[in-house]
């Protein structure tokens, strides 16, 4: 399957936007998901997981409150919705796919399929 995130760009704190993952080559029903992002200088950070239905949901510490992961499997989609962001934020965003995996599925190791990331830039 091949993931491509889309949706970042530059926003000032205290904005939004939708990050989407765009699948094809195959149905992404039967994945779970997540979003990562990785600031310059930093390891790669777990944000969001998400079950193949959508029916569970999983956040980092980092995500909870601001970030809302979801899907629509019908249009083989992922997104991300942040809110109230901030400029430690800042980072390129990725999205990830596995077929099968433990859950949660937080640690980048879990995942197998990784799309381009999406750069968001946060202005104070």
């Known amino acids: 399957v091949q993931l491509q995130a889309s949706g970042g760009g530059l926003v000032q704190a205290g904005g939004s936007l939708r990050l989407s993952c765009a699948a094809s080559?195959?149905?992404?029903?039967?994945?779970?998901m997540g979003w990562f992002r990785q600031a310059p200088g930093k390891e790669r950070e777990f944000l969001a997981a998400?079950?193949?239905?959508?029916?569970?949901?999983y956040y980092a510490d980092s995500a909870k409150g601001r970030f809302t992961i979801s899907r629509d499997n019908a249009r083989n989609t992922l997104y991300l919705q942040m809110n109230n962001l901030k400029p430690e934020d800042t980072a390129v965003y990725s999205c990830a796919a596995v077929r099968w995996s433990r859950w949660p599925a937080r640690d980048k190791s879990d995942y197998n399929y990784w799309g381009q990331g999406t750069q968001v830039t946060v202005s104070s």
């Open positions: 080559g195959r149905s992404l029903g039967s994945y779970n």
């Open positions: 998400i079950t193949s239905s959508g029916g569970g949901t």
